[in-house]
C-alpha cells in the first residue's frame, strides 16, 4: 500500500494493493456554522423525507443540501447541478474550508456517556480503486442500477466524495494502523469534537507525520476490505473512473473514492436487519398470500397494540430465524410470525447457480420467493420502502401508509464473510453495517489544490 506524500495520485496506479491515500480534507469552519452536530447528518440512504427538513431546519448548511439535493426554483440544470453551486458557493463564502496539507483522518465514534455501548474507531482517507474480481476491496451486497446512476451523476457534477464508503479489514494481528488509531485517539487533541441528537460523539484527528503514514502503509499492504455500507458509492465510483478513462482522461482523482477503513477485530461491527414496508397490502392479506408458502403463526397480542407486543415478537423472531429462513409481518395492530418456508417452493424459486449457505438466508427467501412470487411484488413498482435497523419505524410506517412492515432478522458478520468469501453476495439491502460514518465531518474534492 503507497501513502502519497503530496496529496495526489500516483501518475501510474499500482496494480494490486490495498491503498489509502492522505488528502487535503475540507471542513466546515466552526466559526461560520451554528455547531458541527446541526450541518453533519446520516448517510444519505437512512434519512427518512421528513428527517431531511428537520437537518435543514437545524442549521441551513447541513449537508444534507448536498447528498439529497432539492430542486432550487429559478435555477437551471438538475439537482445535481444544485448541489455543484451549492458546494460552490459554500467554499467561496469559507463556510468549508480546505486543510492545509493532506492527511489520513482518524475517526472515533463513541457513546456521549463515556459507557462502552458505542466505540468504533478507523482511518477515513482516500481508497484506491479496485474490481470486485481482483479481490482488495470485496463487496458483499448486491447494488440496484438506480441508485449508483443518481450517486454518480452527484459525484460528476460536484466533482467530490461528499461521505464516506465503510469498509471493514481483520487486523487481528494489531498492527501499526490499528496502534496508531488507537494512539492518536487516547492521546491527541482533536480537529473536531461535537455530539449529535443520538448522543453519539464524533472526533476527528488529522495525521500527517511522514513516518507514521509509512508505518500505516506498510501495515495496510496486504489486507483486503469487506464493504460494510456503501455498495452504490463504490459501484458508482467504478463507473466514474470508466467513465474517465474511456474519455482518454488517463490517471487522476477518479482512481480514487473517499473511505473509512475500520479494523473489524478492534471494533466488530454491529449488523442490523433491514426491513420492508408494503404500501397497500394490509397485514391480513400479506399474511394469507404467505400461507402458501410459510407457516404463518398469529402471535399474541399487548395492551398497547403492536408497538407494545413488538419486542416479545423480535425475540420470537431471533429464535425462529436460528433454524431457518422467518418474518414477522406487522400493522394495523397484528403481528404475526413467518417460518418454516417450504423447501420445495424455495427450491424453485432461487436463481441457478447459488450455494447452499445463500440459498438458506432469510434474505434471499425474502428477496426471491415472498415478494415476487407469493405477493407478486417488485422493487420497480414503488410498493416497497426500505427501513434501516428500526423495526419500530418500520411498524409506524406501515400504519401511516395501511400497509404491511416486513420485520426481518438480523444476519451475523460471519454469515456476511462466509456469503462473500465464497465470491457471491447477498441480497440487495440485507444488511446495516453500524456505527455508520457521520456525513460531513470531511469531504474529499478532486481538485487539491
Given at each position: 500500500m503507497q501513502i502519497l506524500p503530496s496529496g495526489h495520485e500516483p501518475a501510474t496506479p499500482e496494480p494490486s494493493g490495498l491503498a489509502l491515500a492522505p488528502f487535503r480534507g475540507v471542513r466546515y469552519a466552526r466559526n461560520r456554522v451554528s455547531g458541527l452536530a446541526e450541518v453533519?447528518?446520516?448517510?444519505?440512504?437512512?434519512?427518512?423525507?421528513?428527517?431531511?427538513?428537520?437537518?435543514?431546519?437545524?442549521?441551513?448548511?447541513?449537508?444534507?443540501?448536498?447528498?439529497?439535493?432539492?430542486?432550487?426554483?429559478?435555477?437551471?440544470?438538475?439537482?445535481?447541478?444544485?448541489?455543484?453551486?451549492?458546494?460552490?458557493?459554500?467554499?467561496?463564502?469559507?463556510?468549508?474550508?480546505r486543510d492545509p496539507e493532506p492527511a489520513l483522518y482518524v475517526y472515533e465514534q463513541a457513546s456521549a456517556d463515556g459507557t462502552p455501548e458505542v466505540l468504533q474507531r478507523g482511518l477515513i482517507g482516500a481508497l484506491r480503486l479496485s474490481p470486485p474480481e481482483a479481490g482488495v476491496v470485496r463487496p458483499h451486497e448486491d447494488v440496484a442500477p438506480g441508485p449508483v446512476a443518481g450517486r454518480l451523476q452527484l459525484m460528476e457534477a460536484t466533482q467530490a466524495n461528499l461521505e464516506p464508503i465503510f469498509l471493514l479489514h481483520d487486523g487481528s494481528a494489531r498492527g501499526a494502523s490499528s496502534r496508531l488509531v488507537d494512539e492518536v485517539a487516547s492521546g491527541r487533541p482533536p480537529l473536531v469534537d461535537a455530539v449529535t441528537r443520538d448522543q453519539i460523539r464524533h472526533r476527528l484527528w488529522a495525521i500527517t507525520d511522514p513516518a507514521?503514514?509509512?508505518?500505516?502503509?506498510?501495515?495496510?499492504?496486504?489486507?483486503?476490505?469487506?464493504?460494510?455500507?456503501?455498495?452504490?458509492?463504490?459501484?458508482?465510483?467504478?463507473?466514474?473512473?470508466?467513465?474517465?478513462?474511456?474519455?482518454?482522461?488517463?490517471t487522476g482523482p477518479w482512481d480514487y473514492g473517499m473511505a473509512l477503513l475500520v479494523d473489524a477485530a478492534a471494533y466488530p461491527p454491529d449488523i442490523g436487519a433491514i426491513h420492508r414496508v408494503i404500501a397497500?397490502?394490509?397485514p391480513a392479506a400479506a399474511a394469507d398470500l404467505a400461507r402458501a408458502a410459510f407457516t404463518v403463526r398469529r402471535l399474541p397480542s399487548?395492551?398497547?397494540g403492536a408497538a407494545a407486543a413488538l419486542p416479545a415478537a423480535l425475540d420470537e423472531l431471533a429464535d425462529a430465524a436460528g433454524k431457518g429462513p422467518a418474518f414477522l409481518l406487522a400493522g394495523g395492530g397484528e403481528i404475526s410470525l413467518l417460518s418454516d418456508p417450504d423447501p420445495a417452493q424455495v427450491d424453485r424459486a432461487m436463481p441457478p447457480g447459488r450455494s447452499a449457505r445463500w440459498r438458506?438466508?432469510?434474505?434471499?427467501?425474502?428477496?426471491?420467493?415472498?415478494?415476487?412470487?407469493?405477493?407478486?411484488l417488485s422493487d420497480a413498482n414503488g410498493a416497497i420502502r426500505i427501513v434501516h435497523n428500526d423495526a419500530e419505524?418500520?411498524?409506524?410506517?406501515?400504519?401511516?401508509?395501511?400497509?404491511?412492515a416486513?420485520?426481518?432478522?438480523?444476519?451475523?458478520?460471519?454469515?456476511?464473510?462466509?456469503?462473500?468469501?465464497?465470491?457471491?453476495?447477498?441480497?440487495?439491502?440485507?444488511?446495516?453495517?453500524?456505527?455508520?460514518?457521520?456525513?460531513?465531518?470531511?469531504?474529499?474534492?478532486?481538485?487539491q489544490s
Open positions: 453533519t447528518s446520516p448517510p444519505y440512504d437512512v434519512i427518512a423525507h421528513d428527517k431531511e427538513d428537520q437537518l435543514i431546519e437545524a442549521d441551513p448548511h447541513n449537508v444534507v443540501r448536498l447528498i439529497l439535493p432539492r430542486r432550487v426554483p429559478g435555477q437551471s440544470g438538475s439537482v445535481y447541478d444544485d448541489a455543484a453551486r451549492t458546494l460552490r458557493a459554500w467554499q467561496d463564502e469559507h463556510i468549508l474550508r507514521e503514514l509509512a508505518a500505516i502503509a506498510a501495515d495496510l499492504a496486504p489486507r483486503t476490505a469487506l464493504i460494510a455500507d456503501g455498495h452504490h458509492r463504490y459501484a458508482a465510483y467504478l463507473k466514474l473512473q470508466a467513465r474517465c478513462r474511456a474519455a482518454g482522461a488517463g397497500g397490502l394490509s399487548a395492551p398497547g438458506s438466508l432469510s434474505a434471499s427467501v425474502l428477496q426471491e420467493l415472498l415478494i415476487p412470487r407469493l405477493w407478486g419505524q418500520a411498524l409506524r410506517e406501515a400504519d401511516e401508509t395501511g400497509g404491511t416486513v420485520i426481518c432478522p438480523s444476519m451475523s458478520t460471519w454469515e456476511v464473510y462466509d456469503v462473500a468469501a465464497g465470491g457471491e453476495r447477498v441480497p440487495r439491502k440485507s444488511t446495516s453495517f453500524g456505527p455508520k460514518p457521520r456525513t460531513g465531518l470531511v469531504i474529499r474534492t478532486f481538485a
